[in-house]
C-alpha cells in the first residue's frame, strides 16, 4: 500500500461512526452531549428564524464579560470568555438556542447500564495459568501498566460501548510480549481472506494519535495522525508499515519487524474484538437502544422544559396605550399608568393542557429505557411483570453481556497462545472468564415454592442447594459441596457444648443460638 491508499476507510466503519460517538456522549454524560448541540438536540424551527446580534455574527465569537455596576468583575474579560467558552450551553451564534439548551435535562441512564454490566461481568476474576515466559503479563499486560484482568474488564467495557474494539500483540525492546489496545474508531481499514476455509486478516490499518515533531512549545498538545499498516512481506513474515499525517511520498516512514528471540512469525498478531464473534466484521452496540431512548427523552424533556418556561411567563398585551406610556419593565414593582380609560392591560392567557403530553411522553421514554436496563442488567420484574417475561429478559441480557464477554476471553487466549508459539515456551495458556452472571433472581414466593418441593420429593438436596447458589445466596466461591458439609456438621453437632456453661455464668454476656442451626435441627 502507498500513497493516500492508506487513508481509505472501510464502508463499515463510516457506518459505524455515529453510534460509537453517539454511545460515547452518552456514557460520558450529560455535559459531553450538550457540548455537541445540535447534533443530539435540533433546534426548533421558530429559533432558526432568529437573526443574530451584531456581536454574535459567527459561532467562534467569544462573548465578553458583563459589566456589574459599572465596572468589570475582578476576573479578567479573556478569563470570563474562556469560562463562556467551556459551559456546555455554550452557543453565542443563537441565544434563545442557548438558553432551550441549558434547560434540558439530559437522563444519565447510559452510563448507569454501563456500570451495572462491567459489575456484573467483573463480579467474578477469570482463570489465569500462564507459562513462565509469559507470567509477566499477569501484572503488566499493558504499556499503561493494566493487570490481565484490568485489560479484560476494560475490553468488556468498549465492547458494551461501541461493540468492538482492536487487540494487538506486540514486542518489547527487552524481548517481552506485551498487549496494545486500539478504540474502535482506530481500526479505519481491514480486508480478510480465506485460508483452508478460516478467515484470516490479510491487512488492518489503524489510525493513532502521536505528538507533533513541528510543534516548537512543550507546554502544548498538538498531535498528527499516524498510520499502522499491519500486514505480511513477500516471505509471509508479519510487518507493520508506519505512515504518518502530510507525509511527503509514498513509501512507509518506517517499517517494523518484530520479533521475539530473532525469530519472527507469520501470523498477524491482531484481532478485531467483537461484541459477537472476532471477526473483522462490525457488531452492534449493546448499549445503543439505550443511548438512543436517552437521546430522544432528551429531546422530549427540552420541550417540555421550553414550554413550561413559555407558560409560566405569559405576555403582556396592552391596546389602547401610548408608545410613551409602555412601561420598559415588567414584574411586581412596575406600575403602568395610562390617560386612556378604553385601554385594556392584560396578559395572554396561556394553554398548558400539551404539557401533560410532554411529560407523558417523556415518562413513557424513561420506563422503554428501563425496560431495556433491565433486559441488559437483569434486573427485578415490575410487579405487573410475570415470572416468564422476566426470565426471558434476565436471558436476553445474560446473552448480550455473555457473548461480549466471551469474546473479550477468546481474543486474549487465541493472542496468549500465538505469544506462546512465537516465543517457543511450554505449558498450558489458561485464560477463562467467568459466565456465572448473578441474573437469576428468586422472589420469595419461588423460595417457598423450591423449599416445598425438595421436602415433598420433588428434588434432591444438592438440586437445591445449586438453586441457591445460582441466585447468590450461599458464601462467595462456595460450591454445593461445601453448605452440604456444613449441614452435615450442623445435624451431627446438634448442641453447642459451651453455650450452657455460658448461659450458667452470670457474669459472661448472654449468647444466643443460631436461629438457622435451630432450623436445620
Known amino acids: 500500500m502507498s500513497g493516500d491508499k492508506f487513508r481509505v476507510t472501510h464502508p463499515q466503519y463510516d457506518a459505524a461512526v455515529y453510534v460509537w460517538r453517539q454511545v460515547r456522549d452518552f ?14 438536540l435540533p433546534m426548533p424551527a421558530a429559533m432558526t428564524n432568529i437573526k443574530p446580534a451584531p456581536d454574535q455574527a459567527t459561532e467562534q465569537q467569544v462573548r465578553p464579560a458583563k459589566e456589574i455596576g459599572g465596572f468589570v468583575p475582578s476576573t479578567s474579560r479573556d478569563t470570563q470568555s474562556r469560562i463562556n467558552e467551556e459551559v456546555p450551553w455554550y452557543y453565542p451564534v443563537n441565544l434563545a438556542y442557548e438558553s432551550y439548551l441549558r434547560r434540558a435535562r439530559v437522563p444519565d441512564i447510559t452510563a448507569f447500564a454501563l456500570r451495572g454490566l462491567l459489575g456484573i461481568a467483573t463480579r467474578k476474576k477469570p482463570t489465569i495459568e500462564l507459562p513462565k515466559n509469559l507470567a509477566h503479563l499477569e501484572n503488566n499486560a499493558t504499556p499503561d501498566g493494566f493487570s490481565l484482568i484490568e485489560m479484560f474488564a476494560f475490553i468488556v467495557g468498549q465492547l458494551l460501548q461501541t461493540g468492538r474494539i482492536g487487540l494487538g500483540l506486540n ?61 505480511t512481506d513477500k516471505d509471509g513474515m508479519f510487518k507493520a508499515d508506519i505512515y504518518h499525517q502530510d507525509q511527503a511520498g509514498e513509501d512507509p516512514i518506517d517499517t517494523k519487524e518484530p520479533k521475539i528471540h530473532n525469530k519472527r512469525t507469520k501470523e498477524i498478531p491482531f484481532v478485531f474484538v467483537g461484541s459477537i464473534d472476532n471477526t473483522p466484521d462490525v457488531d452492534e452496540s449493546p448499549l445503543q437502544g439505550v443511548a438512543d431512548i436517552a437521546q430522544h427523552a432528551y429531546m422530549m424533556n427540552a420541550d417540555l422544559r421550553n414550554a413550561e418556561f413559555m407558560t409560566c411567563n405569559p405576555m403582556l398585551t396592552m391596546i389602547g396605550v401610548e408608545q410613551d406610556e409602555a412601561p420598559v419593565a415588567m414584574g411586581s414593582n412596575t406600575v403602568l399608568f395610562t390617560n386612556n380609560d378604553q385601554a385594556k392591560i392584560d396578559y395572554t392567557k396561556t394553554d398548558t393542557s400539551g404539557l401533560d403530553h410532554c411529560l407523558k411522553h417523556t415518562n413513557d421514554l424513561l420506563a422503554e429505557a428501563a425496560a431495556f436496563g433491565a433486559t441488559l442488567l437483569g434486573g427485578r420484574k415490575a410487579s405487573a411483570e410475570s415470572a416468564e417475561t422476566t426470565r426471558i429478559h434476565q436471558s436476553i441480557g445474560g446473552a448480550t453481556l455473555q457473548s461480549a464477554v466471551l469474546s473479550a476471553g477468546s481474543a486474549i487466549r487465541h493472542l496468549l497462545e500465538l505469544a506462546q508459539r512465537w516465543g517457543g515456551g511450554t505449558g498450558e495458556v489458561i485464560f477463562e472468564p467467568s459466565t456465572e452472571f448473578a441474573n437469576v433472581q428468586l422472589s420469595s414466593t419461588e423460595m417457598t415454592a423450591l423449599m416445598s418441593t425438595f421436602l415433598q420429593g420433588g428434588m434432591s438436596l444438592e438440586t437445591l442447594i445449586e438453586n441457591w447458589r445460582r441466585a447468590g445466596l450461599l458464601q462467595e466461591g462456595d460450591t454445593v459441596e461445601d453448605e452440604l458439609d456444613r ?35
Open 487 to 521: 449441614i452435615g456438621q450442623a445435624l451431627n453437632n446438634p448442641e453447642d457444648e459451651d453455650l450452657s456453661d455460658a448461659t450458667n455464668d452470670d457474669d459472661e454476656e448472654e449468647e444466643v443460638a443460631d436461629p438457622d442451626e435451630d432450623a436445620v435441627q
Open 171 to 231: 514486542v518489547t525492546e527487552d524481548n517481552k510480549f506485551i498487549f496494545n489496545l486500539y478504540s474502535a474508531d482506530s481500526g479505519i481499514n481491514w480486508k480478510e481472506r480465506t485460508e483452508a476455509g478460516v478467515r484470516k486478516i490479510e491487512f488492518a490499518v489503524l489510525q493513532e494519535d502521536m505528538d507533533d515533531p513541528d510543534n516548537t512549545n512543550p507546554f502544548e498538545r498538538k498531535t498528527k495522525a499516524k498510520y499502522l499498516v499491519l500486514t
Open 27 to 40: 456514557v460520558s454524560g450529560p455535559a459531553q452531549v450538550k457540548r455537541q448541540n445540535t447534533l443530539y
